[in-house]
Nanobody
Framework: QVQLVESGGGLVQAGGSLRLSCAAS????????LGWFRQAPGKEREFVGA????????NYADSVKGRFTISRDNAKNTMNLQMNSLKPEDTAVYYC????????????????WGKGTLVTVSS
């Protein structure tokens, strides 16, 4: 089992940057693919991006490609989401998740979830 805890959310102005972290517990952390999702008020949760278990490959939603970067440190059981050039439409609760399966935007394929951290981007 994997337990995930997000941190780093907050209020930032449009054009600014923010770095989210996801801390994980569990001895098998390095065998899971990890992902970030977000849920804006009144909207469904959506895929932001993900990283393979080795960190060798990443995948991003078109809406964040070129602005967001995902990295992980298996020695520290952490994953980060560097968010640059933030826009008001990036405002959402951001969740990290893990899956023993392949990376997919399908939320149903992700096994464990954190409780989320709120990011608010002001215009």
């Amino acid at each position: 089992q994997v337990q995930l805890v997000e941190s780093g959310g907050g209020l930032v102005q449009a054009g600014g940057s923010l770095r989210l972290s996801c801390a994980a517990s569990g001895r098998t952390f390095s065998s899971y693919n990890l992902g970030w999702f977000r849920q804006a008020p009144g909207k469904e949760r959506e895929f932001v991006g993900a990283i393979t278990w080795s960190g060798g490959s990443t995948n991003y939603a078109d809406s964040v490609k070129g602005r967001f970067t995902i990295s992980r440190d298996n020695a520290k059981n952490t994953m980060n989401l560097q968010m640059n050039s933030l826009k008001p439409e990036d405002t959402a609760v951001y969740y990290c998740a893990s899956t023993a399966s392949w990376i997919t935007p399908d939320l149903r394929r992700w096994d464990y979830w954190g409780k989320g951290t709120l990011v608010t981007v002001s215009s």
